[in-house]
């Protein structure tokens, strides 16, 4: 999972450890901000969480989850109703159906 943050960057030190937890940008170019997560501390990019349709609401996240610099889990809201409906994993392996709720401060 190679991304670029582009220099415009919001960099968030979420624990005061010195290195950057979170940076908020606009990775996928489409003019909104998104969230790229360094979750377990090891100084890269594991998560990134996408508002692809400019609605101010996660709508993709997508997630190496084992550090290979691969996507290994992707999760996304197809038909835009705020709840995550697609997963695929690394193996090509997709489940449907309700995977929770991204609506306000919901967690997933």
Do not use: H, K, R, W
Not at 26 to 52: K, N, R
Not at 62 to 84: L, N, P, Q, R
């Amino acid at each position: 999972m190679s991304t670029q943050i582009p220099a415009d960057a919001v960099l968030v030190d979420t624990n005061g450890d010195g290195l950057v937890d979170a940076a908020l940008a606009d990775i996928d170019g489409d003019g909104t901000t998104d969230a790229v997560l360094d979750t377990d501390g090891d100084g890269s990019a594991d998560s990134i969480a996408y508002d692809t349709n400019a609605d101010g609401q996660i709508d993709l996240i997508e997630a190496d989850s084992d550090g290979d610099g691969y996507t290994d889990i992707a999760v996304a809201d197809t038909d835009c109703d705020g709840t995550f409906d697609t997963a695929v994993d690394d193996q090509g392996n997709v489940s449907v159906g309700d995977f929770g709720s991204i609506d306000g401060s919901d967690a997933v």
